[in-house]
């Protein structure tokens, strides 16, 4: 199983390096402001004060590549997956007497589909400007360890073979149960391989465990422990990250801190992740991340106007660590890092947000990646 999981992780890399319409950008951190390819760093003024400057073991400079978002092309492709599995239904429906096909695994009824509730409704506030945030994808662990999952999509959902050969269908607002077995996965029956997609039709969302996801899952059976990963744009991820991280009714300054604290973390564990396979999961032990229930308006307002924006220190990314309380942020970062409440109370007072991240990452400065045109 291990070596069929390796053989199966090895495509999906070579698939996610093509470049149809996708190219790969490569991500240069070094103090001359210009990144190679189409993306560009813009400076800002510095958001430090006095003569501090944040600890060493804080910063992360480094030369790494950005994973442009495929979602569209897995669209593209999951479509011609729908179109071949039509004609080859339209030419059983002729002929009666033609033979099941692997395909004819993933068809209605072949799994009892659980009821699931609602699924959220999309959400409405854009990022306007080309940035990271619509560029980059991040792949976050949203299960681990488990025998077991349950999965389901707000549209018509699939879960397909990472090669296309066969997959599972999941009506609108239903779930069915991930299984690991001795030979890949089963979902109430319906049996798929060791690494599978977990997909929704255009504009709907997806379901893992006990939340509802933007973007798409792979899903992997390793060594019998099922691991879940949400692949999902920088920027959506964000705006559940500000969501799970900071109640969404603070000040909006206070939002924005969080936004640009957040991306500069998330950004150094793209470059450093947590595995071969995922850069970190939805815990706090990296960042909450609950999925789009904890989006609202002003979390996703935050996220658009601090767009690309990230905090840096002599051409690399700060790895901006945070905590509730000014205590927490001593005892657990040894005093380097943000204070949520701290970033409260300070936006209350009429703190702009890069005053308050000036406040806790002295000698700073603000940088946006945005793509060139």
Known sequence: MALQFQQEWQRIQRLCQREPKFPLRRLTFASGAILSGALMLKAFPSVGGGNATPMEESLWHSTGVVRQAVVDLYRVERAQRQNSAAVA????????????????AGSPGAATPQAQPQGPQASAVAIGEDVIDNVLEMRVAVARNTSSVTVGASSLGWVID????????IAAQTSLTATATASGISFDGCQLSGAVWLEADQGGFVFVKNGWFKGRVLLYNDGGQLVAVNF???GDYLSSVVGSEMYHHWPLEALKAQAVAARSYALTH????GSDYWDLDNTQ????????NWETANTQRAVAETAGEFISYKGGIVESLYAASDQIVQEA????G????????????????????GVYYPGTGLSRLVVEQ
């Open 270 to 273: 793209h470059v450093r992740p």
């Open 285 to 292: 032990r990296y960042q909450a991340y609950k999925g789009i």
């Open 89 to 104: 239904d339209a030419e059983t429906t002729a002929n009666p007497g033609a033979q099941t096909t692997a395909q004819d």
């Open 333 to 336: 970062h040894g005093g380097q």
């Open 162 to 169: 990472t090669d296309g050969s066969a997959h599972c269908d």
């Open 232 to 234: 999902v744009r920088l």
């Open 338 to 357: 943000m204070s949520q409440h701290g970033a409260k109370d300070h936006a209350v007072k009429g703190f702009s947000y890069d005053q308050i991240l």
